[in-house]
């Protein structure tokens, strides 16, 4: 059986493997405790016919050795669990930006996700919360005096590359959101007010949902878009085309703006 | 004995007497876990049939789900999961086992129970003002909670939430005091700390870990109406737009709410849980007519749950962007906490092989309290680990956790006691025949409704969704598994119904019984006024009896130790 979601990441092999042998371990250890239980329930029904079973009132040194010698074997057991995750915790997140990543910055929004890409010059351009004004086109409220926001892609699809890291920013615009890409293994709540930082390896072309993990409202079951993973030319071509769409847009209005 | 009936009115109503108090407690769990039953009966109809009408309100709208997901867990957590372990309870027995003739503050005592009511009473208004009960989820994160434009019920609804909840707070930190001041100062002649019933020692654990969370939280949610009503922003941040229209600007983090809250939500688990250890650890001895083979392991153990709970409440916060070495070190406490978890739950496993077990209605409840226990506990330190629980939290494999850790081990913990306590709230006994048909329908359906939903979480389901739908193609797979979860969610709460009735029909028809029906050793079941103790808890075992009855198994706390 297996319930997990297809894993498109790079650290997703790993993490899969090692949440697998956890639950394999864990449900031995259930059913091992609950047939403890049923035995006891047996046990007593041949004890009811045989009264002489009745032991001393002491405890008995076994029993005692045999609770004190599981004790040891759990923790053990529980430090192993500590040890053995602790790695994939600190790949994952208790590491520097890597050089030469996909940047894209991810706000939540009550009920939607916008990715939005630094553009040519690799520099999110300022926003301003008086600005923010999704009917006109800018749900993020883009600065336009802000030269570096001139480039600036806003997306409602995710799209990245495959096999380069990716450095999120993650933003909430009015309460927490969860980013959560349950394909990717990856979740981290947008809180407003921060700025989080995530990062990961996309590795299998396809579509993943992205999902709200974090309560936000009553249309929080509805808050979801869409990763793409694609290969690294379809993404440059993506790119290029929007930035040239955006240069576009931006030119008329200025020549708007001027006449 | 002469117990008044159970539906008797109290002589005075702001009566001081724990056993009518306790009473009164009772009640008023049975209110809010039979509303709270009903509305996760409507959470789980609308998950599985969205388009099905509830008679007089209509059609669930997806903000109605999240105002039932909040108010569910609002009275489950605290007004029966804390109100009976923490208040009922102690009320029934808390004083005679020690000895004591009375509680220490008897007034503040009874004050408590009026402020718990008061709550009560505002928190179900919520459900009548205009836009309804708030839907942050009962840990009301802000700004979500802390703004009335973020959706319906997070206006007046959110009011009245924080106001029962900052009641509660008074009441359960009034009711504490007097539990640890009765403890600390009213113990009979000899009754030292080596002799104390377990169920005492989790009541002094608990109550100190009350009094330390719920001020934390009186805190948090004093402050948070304060961000709401007075202009501060403890929880608001600065560049807040909401509906595209920008916010009061403020200086505060909605991380320190966090922090608050999940400091007084992760030490209340144990408040829920700790006494219902401590009286499995009781019941096993009576039980099984052995004593508890390593008191001072379970001594240790329960003060080490204590302490070690205040510090593990970072782990509900390890994807929430705090820094990634304090997740480490969180996740290294959760760890650390499974070990005296693990050490109770071993000796009751091997107490289990000892002695002759009676199967008896109360027994067959804490058998069913170790199961989910169990069950519950061993996906604790899967979700310990920060690097797995990035992938599960907030998915149903935590619902599944804590539905079996918190409410479903807790709740046959309470089970267990009412069933072994009967007797002293009503001088009869319960029905065995009924008690036993409610315990195996109940174990059934309980692990029918929970175990799959670590099913459904591992597929990456998140919790608080009204409907599965959207671009997730797999969420179309678990709509037989919650089809199946909602069966066995009607199968329980139908279960209860035997109960309920069996409580209600025992306190008139009920078999009258013997003065310490159970053969038990600790003082609540002592004929003597003011008994005098030179021997521990729990002297169980073959010629354990006293002198003058050698035959017997038990030799109770009020009866002079025998000379060996």
Same mark, same amino acid.
């Given at each position: /059986? ?84 602790? *790695? ?7 590491? @520097? ?10 706000? &939540? ?22 600005? $923010? ?127 | ?18 056993? !009518? ?25 609308? *998950? ?34 804390? $109100?009976? %372990? ?29 402020? +718990? ?24 994160? %802000?700004?979500?909670?802390?703004? =009335?434009?973020?959706?319906? &019920? ?17 009441? !359960? ?13 009213? *113990? ?5 700390? +080596? ?27 004093? /402050? ?7 202009? +501060? ?18 200086? &505060? ?37 052995? %004593?508890?083979? !390593? ?30 070495? #304090? ?27 000892? &002695? ?5 209605? %109360? ?66 006994? /319960? @029905? ?12 059934? #359906? ?9 099913? #459904? ?5 998140? *919790?608080?969704?009204?409907?599965? +739908? ?5 969420? !179309? ?29 025992? =306190? ?11 053969? #038990? ?44």
């Amino acid at each position: /059986m297996n319930f997990l979601p297809p894993n498109g990441a790079l650290n997703g092999t790993a993490l899969d493997h090692l949440l697998r042998l956890n639950l394999a371990i864990v449900f031995w250890l259930f059913v091992a405790a609950q047939i403890l239980l049923v035995l006891a329930l047996l046990r007593r029904a041949s004890a009811r016919s045989s009264q002489a079973s009745a032991t001393a009132a002491k405890p008995s040194r076994t029993l005692l050795v045999i609770d004190y010698t599981a004790l040891l074997a759990i923790t053990a057991l529980y430090i192993w669990m500590l040890v053995s995750s602790h *790695r994939l915790w600190a790949a994952s997140r208790e590491q @520097n930006p890597t050089a030469q990543p996909v940047e894209v910055e991810v706000t &939540g929004v009550q009920f939607q996700w916008y990715f939005r890409y630094p553009g040519a010059d690799g520099v999110y351009g300022a926003t301003r919360p008086n600005l $923010v004004s999704a009917p006109t086109g800018n749900p993020l409220g883009l600065d336009p005096s802000d030269p570096a926001s001139h480039d600036d892609i806003v997306s409602a699809i995710l799209i990245l590359p495959a096999n380069r890291p990716v450095d999120l920013r993650l933003r909430a615009q009015d309460v927490i959101h969860g980013f959560f890409v349950p394909g990717m293994r990856l979740k981290q709540d947008a809180i407003p007010g921060m700025t989080g930082m995530l990062q990961f390896t996309p590795t299998t072309p396809g579509d993943y949902p992205v999902l709200c993990s974090q309560v936000c409202g009553l249309g929080h079951y509805r808050m979801q878009a869409r990763l793409r993973v694609v290969s690294p030319a379809q993404f440059e071509t993506w790119l290029a085309s929007r930035e040239t769409a955006i240069l576009k847009t931006n030119a008329a209005a200025a020549l708007g703006g001027s006449q | 004995m002469t117990t008044p009936p159970l539906t008797a009115k109290p002589r005075r109503l702001f009566t001081t007497n724990p056993l !009518a108090l306790a009473r009164l407690y009772l009640f008023l769990a049975l209110i809010a876990v039979v509303l709270g039953t009903l509305l996760s009966l409507l959470m789980r109809l609308h *998950r599985t049939w969205p388009n099905l009408a509830v008679p007089i309100h209509g059609a669930i709208r997806p903000e109605d789900y999240l105002a039932l997901v909040t108010m569910h867990a609002t009275l489950m957590v605290f007004f029966v999961l804390t $109100v009976v %372990p923490q208040s009922a309870f102690p009320n029934l027995v808390l004083h005679a086992q020690i000895g004591a003739s009375r509680m220490a503050f008897p007034r503040l005592n009874a004050a408590a129970f009026w402020i +718990t009511t008061a709550s009560l009473v505002v928190l179900l208004a919520a459900f009548f003002v205009p836009e309804g009960a708030p839907i942050a989820g009962w840990t009301a994160y %802000p700004p979500l909670s802390a703004l =009335a434009a973020a959706g319906p &019920g997070q206006g007046l609804g959110t009011d009245l939430w924080l106001l029962a909840i900052a009641l509660f707070c008074l009441a !359960a930190v009034a009711s504490s005091l007097n539990l640890l001041a009765t403890i600390l100062t009213r *113990r009979c002649p000899g009754m030292n700390f +080596t002799r104390l019933p377990l169920t005492v020692w989790s009541w002094l654990v608990s109550s100190s870990l009350t009094v330390i969370a719920f001020t934390a939280l009186f805190a948090a949610a004093s /402050m948070l109406l304060a961000d709401r009503h007075c202009g +501060t922003s403890f929880f608001l941040p600065p560049g807040t737009v909401m509906n595209g229209i920008p916010q009061r600007d403020g200086t &505060g983090s909605p991380m320190l709410w966090l922090h608050l809250f999940w400091f007084f939500g992760h030490p209340e688990v144990y408040i829920a849980i700790l006494p219902g250890m401590g009286l499995a650890s009781s019941l096993l001895a009576n039980f099984t007519r052995r %004593p508890v083979p !390593a008191y001072r392991l379970m001594v240790i153990a329960t003060l080490l749950i204590g302490f070690l709970g205040l510090g593990v409440w970072g782990h509900h916060m390890f994807v929430s962007g705090m820094n990634p070495y #304090a997740g480490t070190a969180f996740g290294f406490t959760t760890i650390a906490i499974s070990v005296p978890s693990s050490a109770e739950i071993l000796t009751w496993l091997v107490m289990l092989f000892r &002695g002759r077990l009676r199967l008896a209605t %109360p027994m067959l409840f804490t058998l069913g309290f170790i199961s989910f226990f169990i069950a519950g506990g061993l996906t604790g330190p899967i979700l310990a680990q920060p690097a797995l629980d990035a992938y599960l939290h907030n998915t149903f494999f935590v619902v599944a956790h804590f539905h079996l850790v918190m409410a479903m081990a807790g709740v046959f913990s309470l089970f267990a006691g009412i069933y072994y306590w009967y007797p002293l709230l009503t001088g009869r006994l /319960m @029905n065995e025949a009924l008690g036993k048909i409610h315990f195996w329908i109940s174990l059934i #359906a309980a692990y029918g409704a929970f175990f799959p939903m670590h099913f #459904a979480g591992l597929a990456g389901e998140p *919790r608080h969704y009204a409907q599965l +739908t959207g671009p997730v193609e797999y969420f !179309a797979n678990l709509i037989p598994v919650e089809r199946g979860i909602t069966w066995s969610a009607f199968l329980l709460a139908a279960a209860q119904l035997i109960f309920l009735f069996n409580f209600f029909r025992s =306190a008139t028809h009920g078999a009258s019984t013997r003065p310490n029906p159970w053969q #038990a050793t600790t003082l609540e079941w002592s004929p003597i006024a003011h008994p005098a103790v030179t021997n521990g808890p729990y002297v169980y075992g073959p010629k354990a009896g006293p002198q003058a009855r050698p035959q017997e198994d038990f030799l109770p706390q009020w009866e002079p130790e025998k000379p060996f």
